[in-house]
């Protein structure tokens, strides 16, 4: 059975009521004294609950901590400065008191909260698409615009790759080929069979790495395999939607055995860009950058304008039509969410 949507009121209503709910439990909380807790010292954070984190030591112990009032927003992969008490209290281990300035962080945007930091100190986006239900390019468009604005090297993984058959999987390559001309790494694999998934843990096991990507494409499959002893929840496919269903609760960075670090995040169905700027969206096209600032006009459009370099860059071959589609796209749709946004304030 589909689920009914909720309308803005009865979501404000919940927000309202979850905000309530939350300000009562931090007012049971301990408040801990200077006295009760041991010197400051460096730390991690490797689990992010609503209310509590978990934060690693130098030596690999892992506290769990309340938050100061004073923090604005605390993410997985932040680096903090923390306190540990004397004693354990409530289940609770320390206080986070400050955090290290980000080296970048990536967000996604919130309609009523702005945008929300989703994990911080990031080396590489694993951009984990599937070709079940279809294998949508201007979805791997948009989280590339994210990876270019963030200044984070992405890499595109496309999971189930053992459904293809070889015509199939030609066609597959050939769609990811567009993304290897332009300098972006790509593989095809498969949870399930293993399939080319030694070339994924390699990649991970450098620096710290996160995987993104709608709900459905298999990041907890990859998970499980990646770390069995993780036993991390499997969603499905939903029969009604052909969407995927939310299977992890809270964020989390995991130590590979091999090396490196991966953080799973919650799955996002839709990767929302409203935030950005035209200029940034043309940013996120790395490929544009050489052709842009030699168009006849300066405020081109690149689409029917008189001397458009960039649309002539696709007619010669220098561009792919279908990313130079997918960009019109993304600020066709922009426009479009910004306009509605404006409308019902």
Known sequence: MSKRKLTQNQTRRIQSNNAKALHRHKKKEVEWQDDMLGESQDGVVV????VHADVENAQGEI?????RRTLSSLVVGDKVIWRQGNEQLQGVSGVIEAIHPRQNEIARPDYYDGLKPIA??????IIVSAVVPVLSLNIIDRYLVV?????IEPVIVVNKGDLLNAE???????????????GYQTIIISAETGK???KLTALLSDGTS???GQSGVGKSSLINYILPMVNAQVGGISETSGLGQHTTTSSR???LPQGGNLIDSPGIREFGLWHLEPDQITKGYREFQYVLGTCKFRDCKHLNDPGCALREAVEAGRISPIRYENYHRLIESLSETKSQRHFSV
Do not use: K, P, W
Not at 120 to 125: G, K, V
Not at 170 to 181: A, F, G, H, K, W
């Open 120 to 125: 911080a100190n990031i080396d590489r986006i």
């Open 253 to 255: 960075l995991y130590h």
């Open 147 to 151: 990876c270019e604005n963030a200044g």
């Open 196 to 198: 080319n998934m030694e």
């Open 63 to 67: 506290f769990r901590c309340n938050l």
């Open 168 to 182: 199939q999987e030609q066609e597959v390559e050939s769609q990811l080929q567009i993304y290897r001309d332009i």
């Open 47 to 50: 689990t992010r609950y609503s």
């Open 210 to 212: 996160i995987f993104v």
